[in-house]
């Protein structure tokens, strides 16, 4: 079945480094892929999305490109800001049916100013 | 309209008590879902809603009940729950299938339970 897989761990970084999440994925088909933020005591907003390779997605200073040969879509953002600090989820959905969302473990950032 | 908003936002319950989550779109959509999110935990698909209709239940167990009685509105009663069923509910929408952007979910903010 579908899959998502993140790359171990909070990841704690300076105000203005340059953030790469890792997200590589397993699914038939071609589904579309998404990344997925949750700020404290919040619920998910989704931050970005693509949906065929080759794709890149981007919003408020993040990218990420959908690479079918490697069945990634890491997730970059070359300054952060304090604000950033949230948990993020890398998720893909099937294209059939209830769209199902397969998750990641999701990744805790954290921003020290 | 582009929310999804649940109610409550916060929820303490007895183990014998009955009570319920709301979750309401103004969206146009005709997908609505609920997940439970433990903390640091990916969210987990309970139940999906399509049209109205009952289409998926993930071996839920039956102390929560999902209701959608109109495609605006989504309910989860709640009955005689543990206190491992404390958590963030989260609800979802999307587009009909063959829609724009049928495929993405726009989540609401949550209701936080907890289960005394």
């Known amino acids: 079945g579908n899959s998502v897989t993140q790359m171990e761990g909070p990841v704690t970084l300076s105000e203005e480094a340059f953030l790469t999440i890792n997200c590589t994925y397993t699914?038939?088909?071609?589904?579309?892929l998404f990344w997925y933020v949750q700020y404290p005591g919040e619920g998910l907003q989704l931050l970005l999305k693509?949906?065929?390779?080759?794709d890149k997605g981007s919003n408020k200073g993040f990218e990420a490109t959908y690479r079918k040969e490697t069945t990634s879509f890491h997730l970059e953002k070359g300054s952060v800001q304090v604000s950033d600090s949230a948990v993020y989820f890398c998720?893909?959905?099937?294209?059939?049916?209830?769209?199902?969302?397969?998750f990641g473990k999701g990744n805790q950032v954290v921003v020290i100013p | 309209d582009t929310e999804v908003t649940q109610t409550p936002k916060h929820l303490v319950m007895g183990m014998t008590n009955k009570k319920s989550l709301k979750c309401e779109q103004h969206?146009?959509?005709?997908?609505m879902y609920w997940y439970k999110q433990k903390a640091k935990k990916p969210p987990e698909l309970m139940f999906v809603?399509?049209?109205?209709?009952?289409?998926i239940n993930e071996s839920v167990p039956s102390r929560f009940s999902p209701e959608c009685p109109n495609s605006s509105l989504l309910n989860l009663h709640l009955h005689a729950l543990q206190p491992e069923d404390s958590a963030l509910y989260l609800c979802?929408?999307?587009?009909?299938?063959?829609?724009?952007?049928?495929?993405?979910?726009?989540f609401g903010a949550g209701s936080r339970l907890t289960v005394l």
């Open positions: 969206m146009g959509h005709r997908a």
């Open positions: 809603y399509s049209y109205e209709k009952l289409s």
């Open positions: 693509a949906t065929k390779a080759d």
């Open positions: 979802a929408s999307r587009q009909g299938s063959g829609k724009p952007g049928a495929n993405v979910l726009t």
């Open positions: 699914a038939t088909g071609y589904p579309s």
């Open positions: 998720a893909l959905s099937d294209t059939y049916g209830n769209n199902r969302l397969a």
